[in-house]
T-cell receptor, first 115, second 111 residues
Framework: AQKITQTQPGMFVQEKEAVTLDCTYD???????LFWYKQPSSGEMIFLIY??????QNATEGRYSLNFQKARKSANLVISASQLGDSAMYFC????????????FGDGTTLTVKP | DVKVTQSSRYLVKRTGEKVFLECVQD?????MFWYRQDPGLGLRLIYF???????EKGDIPEGYSVSREKKERFSLILESASTNQTSMYLC??????????FGSGTQLSVL
């Protein structure tokens, strides 16, 4: 069975600094995708970034990058130059390509950006 | 942008009632999902569907059933609501190995 682990229930970062949110995953399937979503206090889930298991390069989307270490089964999210609007809950998720898109989520990390 | 619409933002029901949560997507995604979100527990998959009339149990299907009679609509049914089903319910739609599009959620309270 697939599993996502986010070990940091809460994180603090100073505005304009970079922060890394940890995510490890467990699957025996070789073909999968890793996702990060942001959930602000309004409750909407916002897609941030995607990494495929066969992608050679780490994914980047603006201030977001995904530090993908396949051998360690980790997919950490790095947010550069934090902004106050980055304060939110962040979820790591994994989808197996062979399982009709079933997505498993971690428990989430609450990020608070301090001014 | 893809829109996923959940019929109610807030819902209050009584123990033992049959509850229907409706979800509609406006794109042609084959996969649809129902999650519940509880503090400290993240999103837990209840059921998902990869085609019309096809459904599969997720991690916590007990006490729930689903219906997908049309591609765009995926309904979650609580056969006999209980207080431990008080939660935020999130519907999502997407294609395999692509990002999910979420509805705005239904906060269900069972009294």
């Amino acid at each position: 069975a697939q599993k996502i682990t986010q070990t940091q229930p809460g994180m603090f970062v100073q505005e304009k600094e970079a922060v890394t949110l940890d995510c490890t995953y467990d699957t025996s399937d070789p073909s999968y995708g890793l996702f990060w979503y942001k959930q602000p206090s309004s409750g909407e889930m916002i897609f941030l970034i995607y990494q495929g298991s066969y992608d050679q390069q780490n994914a980047t989307e603006g201030r977001y990058s995904l530090n993908f270490q396949k051998a360690r089964k980790s997919a950490n999210l790095v947010i550069s130059a934090s902004q106050l609007g980055d304060s939110a809950m962040y979820f790591c998720a994994m989808t197996l390509n062979t399982n009709a898109g079933k997505s498993t989520f971690g428990d989430g990390t609450t990020l608070t950006v301090k001014p | 942008d893809v829109k996923v619409t959940q019929s109610s933002r807030y819902l209050v029901k009584r123990t033992g009632e049959k509850v229907f949560l409706e979800c509609v997507q406006d794109m042609d995604h084959e996969n649809m999902f129902w999650y519940r979100q509880d503090p400290g527990l993240g999103l837990r998959l209840i059921y998902f569907s990869y085609d019309v009339k096809m459904k599969e149990k997720g991690d916590i299907p007990e006490g729930y059933s689903v219906s997908r009679e049309k591609k765009e609509r995926f309904s979650l049914i609580l056969e006999s609501a209980s207080t431990n089903q008080t939660s935020m319910y999130l519907c999502a739609a997407g294609s395999t190995n692509e990002k999910l599009f979420f509805g705005s959620g239904t906060q269900l309270s069972v009294l």
